[in-house]
């Protein structure tokens, strides 16, 4: 790789993350094959403009998606990742190109890299993919959440490689049926997930733990619904309602 096109974008860090944290995302939703209550994705009309759609069974909108029709360069970033994934995928340099791509934004102290704040994994190809990444890179900690589920039995991940079963999508029976002991689920409030005996997190440190935790909502939901209702409250009672719009990573 000769230029600065050729890599895939990574952000060192976000809202909720430090810089040493790179993070990598593809277009949301529509790279989600295991998403379920949470399917959504930007979609560009023929007059440029963006909209958000949602699935038929969404019932809380992903918050990646609406920061893809909020922000271009976010919309741009994410899908020319995802056209330069697929070009790898099909001259089998897809290690290769996510490898250097790392390496060419790395600094000195990155410690860990945040897998999809945006997307999942779309094919177990491209999921090995990273598992072989992982492996090139022991000094750094790999981390996501996935609902892709079924591509992550009968794995066995790198020491270096935590993934969290994200609660919500088609293969949630997995999750039931104890294959995964470590999962996020969403909630409206804080005080549902403490009923359920679940602590939330905000800034991934229980991507590393053995145990469930609960994600509270956040993100553009759609107006008069539950979910957007219930973030509306926490902001009025001076609660947690989001993170900061002021960075997002691309």
Not at 35 to 50: E, H, M, N, P, T
Not at 108 to 126: C, E, M, N, Q, W
């Amino acid at each position: 790789m000769n230029n600065s096109k050729a890599f895939l974008v990574f952000s060192h860090g976000n809202a909720k993350l430090d810089k040493n944290t790179l993070t990598f995302s593809i277009p949301a939703g529509k790279t989600c094959p295991g998403a379920l209550f949470c399917k959504s994705f930007a979609v560009l009309q023929d007059d440029g403009k963006r909209k958000i759609q949602d699935g038929k069974d969404t019932i809380f909108r992903c918050f990646a998606a609406s920061s893809e029709v909020q922000y271009d360069a976010v919309f741009q970033t994410r899908a020319n990742n995802m056209e330069l994934l697929f070009k790898a995928a099909i001259d089998g340099s897809i290690v290769e190109l996510i490898n250097n791509s790392l390496q060419h934004h790395r600094k000195k102290k990155t410690d860990k890299v945040r897998i999809h704040p945006a997307g999942d994994f779309f094919s177990l190809a491209y999921l090995m993919a990273w598992i072989e990444v992982a492996k090139l890179n022991p000094d750094l900690d790999f981390y996501c959440y996935s609902k892709s589920l079924d591509f992550f039995l009968d794995l066995v991940l790198p020491s270096n490689f935590y993934m969290t079963a994200s609660y919500g999508g088609k293969f949630d029976h997995l999750i039931d049926q104890g294959y995964f002991t470590r999962y996020a689920k969403v909630y409206k409030t804080e005080e549902e997930a403490i009923a359920d005996g679940l602590e939330v997190d905000h800034d991934d440190s229980h991507c590393f733990g053995d145990r469930p935790f609960a994600l509270l909502v956040h993100g553009t939901q759609p107006k008069g619904s539950d979910w957007g209702k219930a973030i509306h409250a926490r902001r009025k009672a001076g609660k947690f309602s989001g993170y900061s719009a002021t960075k997002v990573a691309v």
